[in-house]
């Protein structure tokens, strides 16, 4: 089945300054990566996803790059702020397939 | 509209029990995932629900079951508990339940095996 990992389990960073998330898969079969972020007590929420056919996205603050070649994908947030400090998570999963395997996820600590 | 929701959020339970967790999906998502969340192993995929039939399970002993009913809402089951099936369990719902709808995670709900 599909591994997904992800590094580093940890990141401080000062506010306004970047942050960068990357992941790495082993199928290469898989075709859709979705980023998920949990603040505390709540479940994870999608915040950006990229698809095999694109190499890069951008929504506002955040942005993700894939390398279909060397399996692995990063996620990019810019100017970050408190309010981006949480756990995020990357997964994997191809076609078809609804099963979503994660990575262990990041902590995110942004320093005020 | 309202989201994913979980019931109960909280539960504690003893070994040798068994539980029973609900999820509501979000109204006209037909596909229902669970996951279970621990510090060591993160997000782990249980079994997915679509139409109410199990379309697709994880690695997880047969001690954990589910279903789905016509509602498109769903039951997980864990009987014979351990102390290692304390976790973090999370529901998922989707459209259709493929790789191009978004999933949407409820709030999980927090069982503890004493």
């Known amino acids: 089945g599909e591994n997904v990992e992800q590094h580093p389990s940890t990141l401080s960073v000062q506010e306004g300054d970047s942050a960068v998330i990357k992941c790495t898969y082993s199928?290469?079969?898989?075709?859709?990566f979705p980023w998920y972020k949990q603040e505390l007590g709540k479940g994870p929420q999608l915040i950006i996803d990229?698809?095999?056919?694109?190499g890069e996205k951008k929504d506002q603050r955040i942005a993700v790059t894939l390398n279909k070649t060397a399996k692995h994908f990063s996620l990019h947030i810019t100017e970050t702020q408190p309010e981006d400090s949480a756990v995020y998570f990357c997964?994997?999963?191809?076609?078809?397939?609804?099963?979503?395997?994660f990575g262990k996820g990041n902590q995110v600590v942004v320093i005020p | 509209k309202a989201g994913v929701t979980q019931t109960p959020r909280y539960l504690i339970k003893t070994r040798g029990q068994q539980v029973t967790l609900s999820c509501s999906p979000i109204?006209?998502?037909?596909?229902v995932s669970w996951y279970q969340q621990t510090p060591g192993q993160g997000l782990q995929f249980l079994f997915e629900?679509?139409?109410?039939?199990?379309?697709n399970k994880g690695n997880f002993p047969g001690r954990f079951s589910g279903r789905q009913f016509s509602n498109s809402r769903s039951e997980m089951n864990v009987s014979t508990l351990e102390l290692g099936d304390s976790a973090l369990y999370l529901c998922?719902?989707?459209?259709?339940?493929?790789?191009?709808?978004?999933?949407?995670f409820g709030p999980g709900t927090r069982l503890t095996v004493l």
């Open positions: 109204s006209g998502h037909r596909s």
């Open positions: 997964a994997a999963t191809h076609y078809g397939n609804n099963r979503l395997a």
């Open positions: 629900y679509f139409s109410e039939t199990q379309r």
């Open positions: 990229i698809r095999s056919n694109v």
């Open positions: 998922a719902s989707s459209l259709a339940g493929t790789s191009e709808d978004e999933q949407f």
């Open positions: 199928d290469s079969a898989s075709n859709y």
